[in-house]
């Protein structure tokens, strides 16, 4: 059951940009790119990051249509921790962030409770918002500020992240192949900011509700 909602990904980075994307089938080693390792997570979404420019650019496909979501990188505030351990042959350090609730969050929490006593039938549940934490770890023998997905911002490379619900646990390095490739910039999509991305998913959202506020899925089988 577990295997079953793993994916495998990989992140092929160099000093300042990095792309992460779902693994289609394996390769040999040194076929990756600049320098690459492979993650386990059960998340989607193709990334790219420039850290030096501090921005993060993905490619997304919803509701039939691609768009090239651009947004600055997130500053995550980390706490650095005195605790070590080893993931593979690398010896790791712990960092910590916290992420307080929004008032977006808190709004929409206020929102959704208040739909739930006009006596209409809520399929899905809004859970009231709490503070998250961040859990990494990350090594000072790779000196790079990159990471999985959107994790970034730390004086070595993170191995392992965890936010509670999403695990992502580094299983494969391979430094400096022999077969180097170029990280390009993901160009295809509808260009959009982060903002804008999310103002579309959740009109979408809207227009898929019947009369009483309800999501209609359909599957055909």
């Known amino acids: 059951m577990k295997k079953a909602f793993e994916k495998t990904y990989v992140l092929n980075f160099n000093k ?8 289609e089938k394996l390769e040999s080693p040194g076929k990756n790119g600049p320098s690459n390792f492979i993650f386990k997570s059960n998340t ?12 993060e650019i993905s490619e997304e ?5 691609e768009f090239l979501v651009t947004d600055s990188l997130k500053n995550w505030n980390w706490k650095l921790e005195n605790e070590t351990k080893k993931i593979g042959n690398y010896t790791c350090y712990k960092a910590v962030a916290i992420i307080p609730v929004s008032e977006e969050d808190k709004k929409e929490y206020e929102e959704n409770k208040n739909k739930k006593g006009d006596g209409k039938t809520q399929f899905i549940t809004v859970l009231e918002p709490k503070e998250e934490t961040i859990t990494v770890w990350y090594t000072l023998e790779i000196p790079v500020s990159q990471g999985p997905d959107q994790y970034w911002g ?16 580094c299983s494969k390095i391979t430094l400096n192949p022999k077969e180097k490739k170029e990280i390009k910039r993901p160009k295809k999509g509808k260009k959009v900011s982060k903002k804008q991305y999310n103002d579309i998913l959740e009109k ?8 009483n506020g309800n999501i209609n899925i359909q599957i055909g089988g």
């Open 204 to 211: 979408q959202l809207e227009n898929m509700k019947d009369s």
């Open 44 to 55: 989607d979404g193709k990334k790219y990051k420039n850290v030096k420019e501090k921005i």
């Open 16 to 23: 300042y940009e990095s792309i992460y994307f779902q693994e």
């Open 154 to 169: 730390l004086p070595g490379l993170i191995l392992e992240a965890n936010d509670g619900h999403t695990i992502f646990l």
């Open 61 to 65: 496909d919803d509701f039939g249509k």
